[in-house]
């Protein structure tokens, strides 16, 4: 599956799925650094993963979500689940993402778990076999998310129309594997209009209101 380019602002979700130190032996002895495993998505169908590394937290988190940002995928997706079920492999690791049915959730481990849904995907049945490594583990499941595929895709590969695939016939509308469009987030300028009216209210610095004598709106002020 090709990759995506999404603007980095619409990468909403960020998870940190592991961060643990390392150290390498050199001539002058051990250099100790950090390494991360980061996953970020736009909870649209969109996802990547990327690892960093650097002497310090913040900048491996930092180079880790750069890398996953420049890795990105579009997660074929057929309401909240997934269209067919897989099996995704990476090293040792086996994961299995099989469809469910809506309000079941996401029933998956910690490292499965934050690539699915900073993907969008809500309701979902996964199944770790093998290693319990977490980078083995959530490269699987981006592995099985490449391997999905859309009904239409394999209709006009076959050259059949999509009418004639076995398939549940709930899954013959083609209006269900539209890809999906990066979510924009418009909220921010509404914040930022309802803080500016608090502000100007007479006596309000955005703390609170405050009394004519200078207090809190507690009473007036005692005598001395």
Avoid: C, W
Wanted: hydrophobic share 35%; glycine share 12%.
């Amino acid at each position: 599956m090709a990759r995506v380019q999404v603007d980095s602002e619409q990468l909403r979700v960020e998870k940190v799925v592991q961060l643990k130190p390392v150290s390498k032996t050199v001539k002058g002895g051990r250099k100790r650094r950090f390494s991360s495993l980061i996953v970020v998505g736009d909870s649209n169908g969109h996802v990547g993963v990327g690892m960093g590394k650097s002497a310090s937290v913040p900048d491996a988190i930092r180079k880790g979500s750069q890398s996953a940002a420049k890795h990105l995928i579009e997660v074929p997706m057929v309401g909240s689940t997934v269209p067919h079920m897989v099996i995704g492999r990476n090293g040792s690791a086996r994961v299995m993402l099989k469809p469910a049915s809506p309000g079941t959730g996401v029933i998956a481990g910690p490292a499965a778990r934050a690539v699915l849904e900073a993907a969008g995907i809500t309701d979902i049945l996964t199944k770790a076999m093998g290693s319990d490594n977490a980078i083995n583990n959530v490269y699987a499941v981006l592995d099985g998310l490449r391997q999905m595929q859309r009904a239409t895709d394999v209709a006009k590969r076959r050259g059949v129309p999509l009418e004639q695939l076995a398939i549940p016939a709930k899954l013959k509308d083609a209006s269900l594997y539209e890809p999906r469009q990066p979510l924009v987030i418009e909220y921010q300028d509404n914040v930022d209009e309802k803080y500016n009216r608090q502000s100007q209210r007479p006596g309000s610095n955005g703390r609170g209101p405050r009394s004519a004598q200078g207090g809190r709106g507690r009473g007036p002020a005692r005598q001395r």
